[in-house]
């Protein structure tokens, strides 16, 4: 059984910074592209950034582009999502997700982070 728990979201001043992290259980995470979710209330979930299966290469939504970085630590089984610079629309709970093909995508509990004075 895939499990997935994040941490590390909290509240943070604009312009502040914060590092979700993403936990895999029960699998290997380079097996899997790795993304981080988000979805503000009354929002539909939006992609923010991924990581993909055996690489390092990495893909963002344009909001974040300059500001987040995702990660991924093989040893750890771990996934990460810097953010700096962070802006009050990047209020939201965050997710993590991974998938590969023949497999269900498998998601967290999902993590809040707050950007407010």
């Known amino acids: 059984q895939v499990q997935l728990v994040e941490s590390g979201g909290g509240l943070v001043q604009p312009g502040g910074s914060l590092k979700v992290s993403c936990v895999v259980s029960?699998?290997?995470?380079?097996?899997?592209?790795m993304s981080w979710y988000r979805q503000a209330s009354g929002q539909e979930r939006e992609l923010v950034a991924q990581?993909?299966?055996?690489?390092?290469?990495?893909k963002y939504v344009e909001s974040v582009k300059g500001r987040f970085t995702i990660s991924r630590d093989d040893d750890k089984n771990t996934a990460y999502l810097q953010m700096n610079k962070l802006k009050p629309e990047d209020t939201a709970v965050y997710y993590c997700a991974a998938s590969r093909p023949g497999d269900p995508t498998y998601w967290g509990q999902g993590t809040q982070v707050t950007v407010s004075s």
């Open positions: 990581i993909f299966s055996y690489s390092t290469i990495t």
């Open positions: 029960g699998s290997t995470i380079r097996w899997y592209t």
